[in-house]
């Protein structure tokens, strides 16, 4: 708060001068009045001129942080110039007040002589004249010259809003030069490139669908059984003789042969769909990947540096380094109060405190005039060093934003390549797979198929010889019987004479049936296992089939979901890195505005 107004009545000076000599000494040399008052101004004066100057008045030492304040408000009142004003508003540190010299009592005023010298009297100023800053006129005034300084703070000054807005723009722009995250995923996964047998591998998983679409032919034991019949009955006795030497002639094995071929030819119909899809060569898949090559990088040229000018404040008015109004007011109070310089000199008034105070009103004077001129130089040079340091700050932010561009690119362009290679690398497990899957699931079912042949060939080789001897072993135990009883007695070399040139006995005949017949009992069970174990074998040659159709199938559609996985891991990694990039260039535009914004209040 501004000091309270200096308070003093000036005593009315006796018409006669009265010799120093002559006064008594325990009288006062003078009351305060006009002289106290020149001085306590030209000293307020100074101080507030010195302190905004950075310095202070000189045979003085530094003061409390409230006193400092209170002598620019007061100096404020005085010269009344912006650049106080700027310097007094900052809140004082908290102080005790200062103390109040007490007013001494008047003397008792001295009875004039003959002797004395007669002085013009003077009437006291009236109080409201030295009210100071208490007259509404006057803070008017000093409201008026705190105006004519314009907007000296950044958020007032459209100069620097337009700098803000200028960094914020390069700010946006920069933050924004790149695709987006998904984009660059994309275009890394687009330019992997898909192994050397990828379509192959694809063509045998498409192939294990048709394997599992062959069915097995059923195997037909009517036919079978027919089979069976006629081959015997093609090898069946014609005569006694025949029929006597069948178990030697080999027709037994022949229809054994014959009936192993009619097993392997049933066999080979039941299995042939599945064994033919199985062998057939895969087709290629017919779409190749399509491999986009990535692109480089386009990073925007470096933005400008931003106008240095903007950064710093205009000049003040030339109203606020007019000092002339301290002068001024104090010479308006001395005429007010009819004293002049000369009846305050030491030689007419023989007091050094009035002589003083006329000096300190020439100091004042003087340094009215002198100290715009250094405020001018020093605002000059002030503003000089603003704009450089703005523009030296401006290169290296911008030269900053530009390089986290860079780095932010070649990031990206790093992690562009993994995924690309982790794209290829995962196409490569898949193709492995594919191929592995399918080249297992044919070996295994060629396997099953080759093993049928021998099992059925076994199967049938070792039961059909067992029903063959028994049906061996059966016609000639009849045919023994049969001759025992029919040539056994005194004639008999004459009935079997007779019968070697008649067709075969009824008899016989039935001896040959009866064999048969077992016979034929015994292949027809023989031939429902066979059929077993062929129905049973492509079941599992099936089933192997599907199994490894299932695996091919899963493998083939987890691929997309497995891509796109990764297609959005490494899109949420750029994503960080962009919003890396954006949080420094934000960082580092805002700083630059933060720091010129310091610097533009100063």
């Known amino acids: 708060m501004p000091l309270p107004p200096v308070k003093a009545r000036l005593p009315r000076l006796p018409r006669r001068h009265t010799p120093v000599a002559n006064r008594p000494p325990e009288t006062p040399a003078l009351e305060r009045g006009p002289a106290d008052v020149v001085a306590a101004r030209a000293q307020l004066g100074n101080a507030a001129v010195t302190a905004v100057l950075g310095g202070r008045p000189p045979d003085t030492t530094p003061q409390q942080a409230s006193w400092l304040g209170q002598m620019l408000l007061a100096g404020q009142n005085l010269v009344g110039n912006q650049a106080v004003a700027t310097q007094a508003t900052a809140p004082p540190a908290p102080a005790s ?94 330019a992997a490139e898909a192994p050397a047998d990828d379509q192959e591998a694809r063509g045998k998983a498409a192939h294990a669908e048709e394997m599992d679409a062959a069915q097995p032919k059923e195997f037909n034991k009517q036919d079978f059984v027919a089979a069976v019949r006629k081959a015997i009955a093609d090898r069946a006795p014609k005569n006694l003789e025949d029929a006597d030497n069948f178990g030697d002639s080999g027709k037994a094995e022949e229809v054994k042969q014959e009936v192993q071929g009619k097993v392997g030819d049933g066999k080979h119909a039941s299995a042939q769909n599945i064994a033919e899809t199985t062998a057939a060569p895969p087709d290629p898949a017919p779409d190749a990947k399509q491999v986009v090559p990535m692109a480089g990088d386009k ?58 105070a006329v000096k300190e009103k020439k100091t004042l004077e003087s340094h009215s005039k002198k100290a715009p001129k250094k405020l001018r130089a020093d605002e000059s040079r002030e503003l000089k060093e603003t704009k450089a340091t703005a523009a030296a700050q401006g290169i290296t932010a911008m030269a900053g934003i530009q390089a986290t561009r860079v780095e932010t690119g070649q990031k990206v362009g790093t992690g562009k390549t993994d995924t690309k290679s982790k794209d290829e690398d995962k196409r490569k497990q898949v193709t492995d797979l594919l191929q592995k899957v399918f080249d297992q699931i044919k070996c295994d079912v060629e396997k099953i198929l080759e093993d049928l042949d021998k099992k059925v060939d076994d199967q049938f080789t070792t039961k059909e010889k067992r029903a063959r001897d028994r049906f061996t072993d059966d016609h000639e135990e009849g045919m023994r019987r049969y001759k025992a009883d029919r040539y056994g007695g005194w004639n008999g070399g004459f009935l079997w004479a007779k019968d070697l040139l008649l067709p075969l006995p009824e008899e016989a005949n039935r001896v040959y049936e009866r064999a048969r017949d077992t016979y034929l009992a015994s292949m027809d069970h023989i031939i429902s296992e066979i059929a077993d174990t062929v129905e049973a074998e492509l079941k599992r040659a099936k089933d192997r089939i599907a199994a490894g159709r299932k695996e091919l199938k899963a493998t083939v559609n987890n691929v997309p979901a497995d891509l796109r996985t990764l297609g959005r891991e490494a899109a949420t990694d750029f994503e960080g890195k962009f919003d890396e990039l954006k949080d420094t260039v934000n960082d580092k535009g805002t700083e630059l505005v933060d720091t010129g914004a310091v610097k533009f209040s100063v």
Do not use: C, I, W, Y
């Open 97 to 190: 007040p200062a103390p109040v010299t007490p007013t001494p009592k008047k003397p008792p005023p001295a009875k004039p002589t003959a002797q004395q010298a007669t002085s013009p009297s003077a009437q006291a100023p009236d109080k409201k004249e030295l009210a100071g800053d208490k007259a509404p006129a006057e803070r008017a005034e000093k409201d008026q010259k705190a105006k004519a300084a314009g907007p000296r703070s950044p958020g007032a000054d459209p100069k620097f809003q337009a700098l803000k807005t200028d960094v914020n723009t390069k700010k946006k722009t920069v933050g924004a030069s790149h695709p987006p995250a998904a984009a660059e995923a994309g275009a890394a996964q687009d």
């Open 299 to 356: 990073v925007p040229p470096k933005p400008s540096t931003p106008n240095p000018t903007q950064a710093a404040p205009d000049q003040l008015p030339p109203s606020a380094s007019d000092m002339s109004e301290g002068p001024a007011q104090v010479d308006q109070q001395m005429a007010d109060a009819k004293v002049t310089e000369q009846q305050l000199s030491l030689e007419n008034s023989r007091e050094p405190q009035f002589d003083k």
